[in-house]
C-alpha cells in the first residue's frame, strides 16, 4: 500500500507540472490560503553558485518578493508575511547589515508608488527602537503612504525575532495586569495573539521556506502552530511563479486537521 507519509515528505512537487497554466487549473480559488508566510532564505548561496558578493544575491531576492507579492495580488492571496530581516542578523558582518539596511531604504523608497498601484498595505513587523533612523522612517513612509492598500497585506519583517514579539506581549499584558486592567484569569490564547504583532490578523496557513532549511528560524513562532509547511530547495532568487504555484497546490493537497481526526 502506498504510504501517504511518504507521499507527504518527498512530494511537495516533484510529481507537479512545471507549467503556470497547468498550474493555475489544478488551483481551487476557493481553498486559496488567507495567509502566506515566506522566509526568504538562500541569497548568499544563489550569489555564490555564481561567483557573485552575497549582497547581489540579497538585490536579486528583491526581485522575488516583487514576483510574489504580484502575484498574490493576481490570485486573491490577501495576506503575505516575508521574513526580510532576524533579531539574529545583526551577528552578520557589518557591510552585509548596512548592504540590507540601505537595500530596505531603497526598496521602500523605489517600490513605493507600485505597491500603491497595486493596492498592497505595507506593514513592518519586528522591534522598531533598535533600527537605524533611515530604516525606520522608510518603514514609518511606506506604512503610510500605502495605508489605503486594499487588496494585499505585506508584512515586512524587519528586526523580527518571534521570542522576542512574545516577551514583548507577555511584557504589555503583564503592565495591563499591574494597572488593574486585566485578571490574570482572563488571559487566554486570544489575549496573547491581540498582543503580537499580528494582531487582529488570521494565522499563516502557509509556510514557504526555500533554500532546503527544515527550520522556522525564530518566525512567527506562535503564529505557525497549525500552520503547513512548505520546504524547497530552490534558493530565493531563484523562486519562480512557478514554484509559489507549486507550493500553493501541495498545500491544497494536504489534509489539515488542527489535532483533529480527518474529516470525510
Ligand atoms: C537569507 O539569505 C536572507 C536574508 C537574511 C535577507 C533577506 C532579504 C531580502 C531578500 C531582501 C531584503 C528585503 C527587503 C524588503 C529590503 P541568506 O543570506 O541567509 O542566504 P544563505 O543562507 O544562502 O547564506
Redesign the pocket.
Known sequence: MPNPVKRQLVGNSEELPRNEKELLALIRPEALPRHVAVI???????A?QRGLP?SA??QA??E??RRVVELCGELGIPILS?????TE?WRRPPEEVNF?MN??VE?AAREIEELREKGVRVKVIGCRSELPPAVLAAAERLERETAQGERLLLN?A?NYGARREIVDAVRAIARKVRAGELEPEEIDEDTVAAHLYTAGLPDPDLLIRP?G?MRVSNFLLWQLAYTELYVTPV??PDFSRVDFLQALVAYQRRERRFGGLKMS
Open positions: 526568504m532564505d538562500g541569497n548568499g548561496r544563489w555564490a552575497r544575491g540579497h531576492g528583491i522575488t518578493l516575508a521574513y526580510a530581516f532576524s542578523n540590507l537595500l530596505f526598496y515586512l524587519v533554500a532549511e534558493f530565493w
